[in-house]
């Protein structure tokens, strides 16, 4: 089991940026690929970005993509997403996730992640 913890959230502009962190604890980091999720009010929770075990595949969504850049560091146990040029539409509650499928390098589906943090809010004023 990997116990997850998000931060690096806030209030900033438009165009600004931001850099989220998320840090795991518990079983081995580099057994797990990652995503970073995020959930505005009344919509459903979606895949911003994702990242393999290694770290050499990420992919993203294409609301996001050439913007934010999903990174991991397995000997520090964290992933990073730093957000650049933000929009007010990315304001949304951010998390982080944790999936040990052996099978997959990664997902963008939230139901194959079973670790998540405790997320952290992120709010984009125009």
């Known amino acids: 089991q990997v116990q997850l913890a998000e931060s690096g959230g806030g209030l900033v502009q438009a165009g600004d940026s931001l850099r989220l962190s998320c840090a795991a604890s518990g079983r081995t980091f580099s057994n797990y690929y990652m995503g970073w999720f995020r959930q505005a009010p009344g919509k459903e929770r979606e895949s911003v970005a994702r990242i393999s075990r290694a770290g050499f595949n990420t992919y993203y969504a294409d609301s996001v993509r050439g913007r934010f850049t999903i990174s991991r560091d397995n000997a520090k146990n964290t992933v990073y997403l730093q957000m650049n040029s933000l929009k007010p539409e990315d304001t949304a509650v951010y998390y982080c996730?944790?999936?040990?499928?052996?099978?997959?390098?990664?997902?963008?589906?939230?139901?194959?992640?079973?670790?998540w943090g405790q997320g952290t809010q992120v709010t984009v004023s125009s």
């Open positions: 996730a944790a999936s040990s499928d052996y099978y997959s390098d990664t997902s963008a589906d939230a139901r194959d992640y079973a670790y």
